[in-house]
């Protein structure tokens, strides 16, 4: 199975701040890596598919980058409607894997 | 537009089954594959496996081979999650999700709650 890491788990950042999510794939995923927004009692929101593509109706402060094993997803001029847990998820090979969550705080 | 629409939250003792729906509207059901996904209270995403809405045949995560099951009923654009002999830590919520480069579509998700 492939394993996603995903740093940091939790990060605390004041709104108007670029912030950066990485996830480390254990295999190479080429391309095929998601990451969605989910707020509290809110359902998982797609943000970006295939590494850098920015899903319909997303705003473009955020993006994402990488390749093979190494990813990022940046939001640029953080919002308040940005806080939320961010996820990862590879889409290469079964068992799709996502991973541990990024718990996004203002501080 | 694409909708999936599921089943109302489930109260259940251990032991019993449950089974949720997921309605999908806005598009040709066969079209896309249908997801599972589950999301223990306070806990991160954790993909269960998936149905072929073509062929019907179901394919698990190894975590969830033996007390659940994945099936259709492809006149009604419908797909199914059973959980038979549940346990407490199948308390969680469920969600059904297609993939459209990525999961685009979600379901609203389903809350079972397993209490004696």
């Known amino acids: 199975d492939i394993q996603m890491n995903q740093s940091p788990s939790s990060l605390s950042a004041s709104l108007g701040d670029t912030i950066t999510i990485t996830c480390h794939a254990s295999?190479?995923?080429?391309?095929?890596l998601s990451w969605y927004q989910q707020k509290p009692g809110n359902i998982p929101k797609l943000l970006i598919y295939?590494?850098?593509n920015l899903h319909t109706g997303v705003p473009s402060r955020f993006s994402g980058s990488g390749s093979g094993t190494g990813f990022t997803l940046t939001i640029s001029s953080l919002q308040p409607e940005d806080i939320a847990t961010y996820y990862c998820?590879?889409?290469?090979?079964?068992?799709?894997?996502f991973g541990a969550g990024t718990k996004l705080e203002l501080k | 537009q694409i909708q999936l629409v599921q089943s109302g939250p489930e109260l259940k003792k251990p032991g019993e089954t449950v089974k949720i729906s997921c309605k999908a509207s806005?598009?040709?059901?066969?079209?896309?594959?249908m997801h599972w996904v589950k999301q223990a209270p306070g806990k991160g995403l954790k993909w269960m496996g998936w149905?072929?809405?073509?062929?019907?045949?179901?394919t698990y995560a190894d975590d969830f081979k033996g007390r659940f099951a994945f099936s259709l009923e492809t006149s009604a654009s419908t797909a199914y999650l059973q959980i038979n002999n549940l346990k407490n830590e199948d308390t969680a919520t469920y969600f059904c999700?297609?993939?459209?480069?990525?999961?685009?579509?979600w379901g609203q998700g389903t809350l079972v709650t397993v209490s004696a």
């Open positions: 999700a297609i993939d459209y480069d990525g999961f685009a579509y």
């Open positions: 806005g598009y040709t059901f066969t079209d896309y594959s």
């Open positions: 149905i072929n809405t073509e062929t019907g045949e179901p």
């Open positions: 295999q190479n995923i080429n391309v095929w």
């Open positions: 295939k590494a850098s």
């Open positions: 998820q590879q889409g290469q090979s079964y068992p799709l894997t």
